[in-house]
Protein backbone atom coordinates (compact mmCIF):
# COMPACT_ATOMS: atom_id res chain seq x y z
CA UNK A 1 0.00 0.00 0.00
CA UNK A 2 1.97 3.01 1.49
CA UNK A 3 6.16 2.78 1.76
CA UNK A 4 8.00 4.74 3.28
CA UNK A 5 11.69 5.01 2.91
CA UNK A 6 14.07 7.15 5.04
CA UNK A 7 17.59 8.48 3.71
CA UNK A 8 20.19 10.83 4.77
CA UNK A 9 21.32 9.37 8.43
CA UNK A 10 25.28 9.27 9.10
CA UNK A 11 27.83 10.36 11.68
CA UNK A 12 28.02 13.68 12.21
CA UNK A 13 29.92 15.76 14.59
CA UNK A 14 28.49 18.11 16.95
CA UNK A 15 27.30 21.19 15.68
CA UNK A 16 27.19 19.81 12.50
CA UNK A 17 24.09 19.33 10.17
CA UNK A 18 22.45 16.20 8.18
CA UNK A 19 19.59 16.06 5.98
CA UNK A 20 17.07 13.73 6.61
CA UNK A 21 14.55 12.62 3.65
CA UNK A 22 11.25 10.55 3.64
CA UNK A 23 9.91 9.56 0.62
CA UNK A 24 6.35 7.98 0.05
CA UNK A 25 5.16 5.41 -2.59
CA UNK A 26 2.91 3.08 -3.40
CA UNK A 27 -0.59 3.08 -4.26
CA UNK A 28 -2.66 5.92 -1.72
CA UNK A 29 -4.80 8.75 -3.21
CA UNK A 30 -3.10 11.87 -0.85
CA UNK A 31 -0.50 11.73 1.65
CA UNK A 32 -1.75 13.78 4.45
CA UNK A 33 0.06 14.46 8.06
CA UNK A 34 3.75 13.66 8.00
CA UNK A 35 5.94 13.25 11.02
CA UNK A 36 9.60 12.82 12.03
CA UNK A 37 10.28 10.95 15.15
CA UNK A 38 13.16 9.18 17.00
CA UNK A 39 14.08 6.67 19.41
CA UNK A 40 17.36 6.65 21.17
CA UNK A 41 18.98 3.50 23.13
CA UNK A 42 17.04 2.59 26.60
CA UNK A 43 14.38 5.69 25.48
CA UNK A 44 10.47 5.88 24.05
CA UNK A 45 10.13 6.96 20.58
CA UNK A 46 9.60 10.91 20.44
CA UNK A 47 7.96 12.85 17.63
CA UNK A 48 10.18 15.67 16.77
CA UNK A 49 8.29 17.66 14.10
CA UNK A 50 5.11 17.20 12.39
CA UNK A 51 4.06 19.38 9.11
CA UNK A 52 0.72 19.13 7.63
CA UNK A 53 -0.24 18.86 3.72
CA UNK A 54 -1.22 22.71 4.25
CA UNK A 55 2.69 23.09 5.62
CA UNK A 56 1.49 23.89 9.06
CA UNK A 57 4.65 22.24 10.82
CA UNK A 58 5.54 22.02 14.62
CA UNK A 59 8.52 20.90 16.51
CA UNK A 60 9.01 19.26 19.80
CA UNK A 61 11.00 22.08 22.58
CA UNK A 62 13.63 20.09 22.36
CA UNK A 63 14.89 20.78 18.51
CA UNK A 64 13.01 23.97 18.15
CA UNK A 65 15.28 26.38 16.14
CA UNK A 66 17.71 23.62 15.39
CA UNK A 67 15.54 21.77 12.89
CA UNK A 68 13.04 22.80 9.79
CA UNK A 69 10.21 20.11 8.88
CA UNK A 70 8.83 20.70 5.09
CA UNK A 71 7.72 18.80 1.99
CA UNK A 72 7.43 18.53 -1.57
CA UNK A 73 3.46 17.84 -2.33
CA UNK A 74 4.38 16.66 -5.90
CA UNK A 75 7.27 14.63 -4.92
CA UNK A 76 6.00 13.12 -1.57
CA UNK A 77 8.53 13.12 0.36
CA UNK A 78 9.59 14.91 3.46
CA UNK A 79 12.80 16.55 4.75
CA UNK A 80 14.40 16.95 7.97
CA UNK A 81 16.84 19.67 8.06
CA UNK A 82 18.81 19.57 11.45
CA UNK A 83 21.77 22.16 12.67
CA UNK A 84 23.61 23.05 15.36
CA UNK A 85 23.30 19.23 16.31
CA UNK A 86 23.92 17.70 19.65
CA UNK A 87 25.21 14.36 20.67
CA UNK A 88 22.03 13.92 22.36
CA UNK A 89 20.28 14.04 19.20
CA UNK A 90 21.62 10.20 18.43
CA UNK A 91 18.80 8.37 17.97
CA UNK A 92 17.22 6.15 15.21
CA UNK A 93 14.60 8.65 12.91
CA UNK A 94 11.44 7.21 11.56
CA UNK A 95 8.97 9.06 9.33
CA UNK A 96 5.82 8.46 9.46
CA UNK A 97 2.72 9.88 7.65
CA UNK A 98 -1.25 9.09 7.72
CA UNK A 99 -2.48 8.26 4.08
CA UNK A 100 -5.54 7.81 2.11
CA UNK A 101 -5.77 5.41 0.17
CA UNK A 102 -8.39 6.15 -1.83
CA UNK A 103 -10.80 9.30 -3.48
CA UNK A 104 -13.63 7.83 -0.71
CA UNK A 105 -11.12 7.28 2.36
CA UNK A 106 -12.82 9.28 5.13
CA UNK A 107 -9.43 8.87 6.96
CA UNK A 108 -6.01 8.02 6.54
CA UNK A 109 -4.14 4.74 7.64
CA UNK A 110 -0.73 5.42 9.31
CA UNK A 111 2.29 4.04 8.49
CA UNK A 112 6.09 4.19 9.56
CA UNK A 113 9.29 3.48 7.87
CA UNK A 114 12.25 1.69 8.67
CA UNK A 115 14.18 4.75 10.39
CA UNK A 116 17.61 5.81 9.75
CA UNK A 117 20.61 6.09 12.13
CA UNK A 118 21.78 9.63 13.23
CA UNK A 119 24.96 9.77 15.06
CA UNK A 120 26.54 13.15 16.74
CA UNK A 121 29.92 12.42 18.17
CA UNK A 122 31.23 15.10 20.90
Known amino acids: QVQLVESGGGLVQAGGSLRLSCAAS????????MRWYRQAPGKRRELVAV???????NYADSVKGRFTISRDNAKNTVYLQMSSLKPEDTAVYYCNADAKLTIYSNYGLNYWGQGTQVTVSS
Open 51 to 57: ITSGDSS
Open 26 to 33: GSFFSIDV
